[in-house]
């Protein structure tokens, strides 16, 4: 069975973890991946004051271990030159995919017509689209992905419900609609963030979003992460795997999918 990370941070700097910004070095996952027996990991570069050059750090160290590690980049898609930075994205950072953090609440702007360039690179490119998309922004993303269909569009951290809905919520904040939009993916990462107590590595609010887009969704949209280094403040690397592999009980064919199958499929790797 494939076990591939869908969701990691790596960096020699990571002043999210200080006082321990060193947690974040490439060694130092791949120590974990190697006793987890994890194949492959995705690298989402952060490009902020602290790490700069990100982007073409993960670059290198996806070459430097090209059977351990893949890059995404990290791509400002509000900005006028998205366009640009995409091709730079597949031709310079070699990437799979782009990442969007968006630095306001509202994304409806992505639906704005001066944004087809964006959309139209990707497509170029063939590069997928990983977003942070929140519930308020679920529409957004749904639209875009009934407007493109032939881009694959993956959402962080079980589309990070936080405290906007139950895991009891019969629609996942309407999220259920993208049920019939095969080009939506869920990153099932970060459980600490949807946790009622983020250090429990049995995580049952976490696994109750989960088994909600588990019925939703099916077991080919999911794919597990573990959010590594920020979720070592909560969890060990095998626990984030765990959560999974031991604690959603899930069937064999489906746990194949979840851990790797959807990850290589999705990400071509």
């Known amino acids: 069975m494939r076990i591939i990370d869908a969701h990691v941070h790596v960096g020699d700097n990571y002043q999210p973890m200080a006082p321990f910004e060193d947690t974040g070095r490439v060694d130092r996952l791949l120590q974990e ?10 690298m989402l570069p952060v490009v902020a004051d602290f790490s700069p050059d990100n982007n073409a750090e993960c670059a290198r160290w996806a070459r430097q271990h090209p059977d351990r590690l893949v890059n995404v980049a990290d791509v400002a898609l509000h900005q ?7 091709a730079r994205a597949r ?12 630095s306001g609440g509202d994304i409806s702007w992505m639906l704005d017509p001066e944004r087809e360039p964006v959309w139209e690179a990707l497509k170029t490119f063939d590069l997928l689209c990983n977003l942070h998309v929140t519930p308020p922004n679920y529409s957004t993303l749904l639209e875009l992905a009934r407007r493109h269909t032939d881009l694959r569009f993956v959402c962080n951290h079980l589309a990070l419900p936080g405290r906007h809905f139950e895991p009891s919520d019969a629609t996942y904040g ?9 080009n ?10 949807a946790a009622a107590n983020p250090w429990d590595l049995r995580c049952p609010r976490a696994l109750g979003y989960f088994a909600a887009l588990l019925r939703d969704l099916g077991s080919s949209r999911l794919l597990w992460g573990t ?36 990850a290589a499929r999705v990400f071509g790797i």
């Open 184 to 193: 939506v993916y869920i990153k099932a990462s970060a459980f600490y963030a």
């Open 91 to 102: 031709e310079v950072y070699e990437a799979v995919a782009v990442s969007y953090y968006p």
């Open 33 to 42: 991946m190697d006793e987890c027996e994890v194949e492959k990991a995705v």
């Open 80 to 86: 006028a030159n998205a366009d640009e930075d995409i």
């Open 174 to 182: 309407g999220l259920i609609n993208a049920r019939g939009l095969p």
């Open 227 to 262: 959010d590594w280094p920020p979720t070592s403040r909560h969890l060990t690397y095998r626990q984030a795997l765990e959560i999974i592999r031991t604690g959603a009980e899930l069937e064999d064919d489906a746990l194949e999918l979840v851990l790797g199958a959807n």
